[in-house]
């Protein structure tokens, strides 16, 4: 007696489909956290031309201004200020001695930028700032989790130049903060990624 084989409904075919989406989208997830936690600063001794500073995170600016008080950058541009910030109400909210405070309130190379906000305007904010100047590496400050697409839409900006990644912690991975902005962070990456 011979045997019909039957198809899979579309009902099957359907949850199979969304079953293996989940599984895909859960491994990238936490291989885009493994990712995050792992991350080092680039060249931490070498000087980059430029550090540019997406503002919007824990620290952000503080590793910006640590990084041209140590020399590690020739320049600083801190992209996504807000209109009635100034460069001393930033500094003082840096917790460091009023040596190190006045070394960058005197450095000739400090730019805030304000018009970005957002990532890919912090990008377009960059271009528009070196478009002009000899520049040929630029270190990204920002937080960990916020790197991998900070990196795929600067590297998209700005192909001729070198790109080196200097990740701020902020909050720690066992905080719930930390886990829904590396959440919220993956999905705009993937989005990033495909677009």
């Known amino acids: 007696m011979t045997r019909i084989r039957a198809f899979p409904s579309f009902f099957q075919v359907t949850v199979s489909v969304l079953l ?7 491994i990238g997830f936490f291989v885009f956290f493994g990712i995050v936690t792992s991350q080092k600063q680039e060249n ?12 919007g995170g824990t620290g952000r600016v503080e590793a910006g201004f640590e990084l041209l008080a140590d020399e590690r950058a020739e320049a600083l541009l801190i992209s996504g200020v807000h209109k009635d910030v100034t460069l ?3 500094i003082e909210l840096w917790n460091t001695s009023e040596d190190r405070k006045n070394k960058i309130a005197r450095h000739c190379c400090i730019v805030l930028g ?13 271009y528009a700032y070196v478009e002009d100047k000899e520049i040929k590496t ?9 790197i991998p697409r900070a990196w ?13 990644v200097w990740p701020v912690a902020g909050n720690g991975p066992l905080t719930a903060v930390f886990w829904r902005n590396v959440f919220v962070e993956y999905s705009k990456t993937l989005l990033t990624w495909m677009s």
């Open 20 to 26: 293996a989406l989940v599984a895909t989208w859960t």
């Open 44 to 55: 931490p001794n070498g000087v980059a031309d430029l550090a540019v500073v997406l503002t």
């Open 88 to 90: 001393s109400d930033l």
């Open 114 to 126: 304000r018009s970005a906000d957002d990532t890919k305007n912090n990008a377009a904010e960059t």
């Open 138 to 146: 630029i270190r990204i400050v920002t937080s960990n989790y916020h």
């Open 152 to 164: 795929i839409l600067f590297s998209r900006a700005l192909p001729g130049i070198t790109l080196s």
